[in-house]
């Protein structure tokens, strides 16, 4: 006999159970590192990226800076391209 518990099912509102396994040293495999300088430390920083009044994905109906988010390295301050 198959019992549901519909008090269990997981809803849009509800409160979300999240496992987190918390990582340790061991599971690095790999630290990515800045390819001008070999730091290890990011910033994230913005660029603002004009978008036209003309581009029907732009509703507010004027030219509008749109921020566009980037790790920069924190040594050096080159512009770290995800690729
Ligand atoms: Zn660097």
Redesign the pocket.
Known sequence: MNIHNINNKPGPSGPQEQKIIPLTPDDVKEMLA?P????EAFFEASKFALISALNPKNQSGKDEYVGIPVMV?A????ELKKD
């Open positions: 800045c001008e300088c070999f730091s390295c040594k050096c301050g080159s």
